[in-house]
């Protein structure tokens, strides 16, 4: 009996044993996603959900937080990254990449099932550090029912845009229901980005070879903010996303300006909304270019405990079923080679980009940090309508990103 029992208790010591080991050989991985949308978000998730489920070994672990690009800096400044993160497109993270921070992705075999020219953009000095997931787009979304009733027709021009503005204004509705408590900065960069083939301009502002007077994109943005901010809902500057989506989708303003990221939020309100998102008519008469830039790519970090599982994570991000999953519903274009991409509200934006009428955001070559900072000064002239204050603050601020 006394061999017997000293059998059993030992079976059941290396049973325990077992498991401990067992538990100690799941690889966590903790994913720190930059995106707000709750469309995001339930994609991100779903996706996540999904190959946890397929990966007993494996766990990802989602966090989603507000201003991720911000911790995100803190954390490698205290060489605390998270394993694997997203992020938008930005010369931040280049400059991590070159301090070592993130893994070089180069040459690896699941890159093969991205789209070749997005991932040309993705590249850092000759080398991948992230790797391209989907395409942002930036313009103007209309309620189509508003403009019919009203009898307008979808604007072209900025002639065109302003003349609707004054007819819905006599309707009494707001042309634009705008997120301006936090938002401005992204807008400014984008209207900026639809001016400008370059940032020539900035360098010139930086070196004191141009007057911010004579800056073709700095007047054209800031008579165009002040054209925008004329007909646009009075409490727009402590107007979060939320609530400028709320008075677009109960008929207060007939349009809103932002990325097609928002349409699977308003469609997740109101699934019957008649929307379409347009060209922004360009404020100098030229070519309504579509700003485009690469919303989301993902990245390793470099100090990761689990390379081997975090690359296998985003080789499963790589697969075409498993991208169709995730763009399904979040709603925006994939780069990941197969994945159908079919919006009918968005067909008159996907008509503009596949002519070629795109611009690339100014983000992605702009000093890092500067596109908050200047945004400040356009916060600013909303504000307070001085267009000469927003020169001056331009200039100040152009100055030290670029000479410093």
Known sequence: MKKFLCLLLTAVMLMSAASFALADDV????FLYHKSETAAIQAMQKVIDQFNAENPGIKVNFVQIPDAATVLQSRATEGKLP?????????????????????DLTGKEFLNNVEPSTLALSACEGKIYRMPYSLSCYGLYVRTDIFEQQGI????????????????????????????????????ERMMSMLADNDDEFKAIAAGEL??????????????????AKYTNPDSKGAGYDESYQLFLNDGAAMTINGQWSLGTLLGFKPDLPVAMIPLPNPLGEQSNVIVSIDTSFCISANTKYPEACLKFMEYLSKTDVAQVYTDIEGSPNVIKGVVYSVKELEKINAAMAAGHTALSLNAIWPSGM??????AATNLILDKDIETFYADAQMTIEDYYNN
């Open 153 to 188: 027709e979808l604007p072209e021009t900025w002639a065109d845009l302003m003349a609707a503005c004054e007819k819905l204004q006599a309707a009494g509705i707001y042309g634009f229901g705008l997120p301006d408590k936090d938002m401005v900065y992204q807008r400014m």
């Open 371 to 376: 596109r908050k900072a200047l945004g400040d």
């Open 27 to 30: 690889a966590e991985i903790e």
């Open 211 to 228: 007057d911010p007077h004579d800056s073709k994109v700095l007047k054209g943005y800031a008579e165009a903010s002040l054209d925008i």
């Open 83 to 103: 394993d694997m993160f997203g992020i938008t497109t930005s010369t931040t993270y280049e400059l991590m990449f070159k301090s070592g921070l993130i893994m």
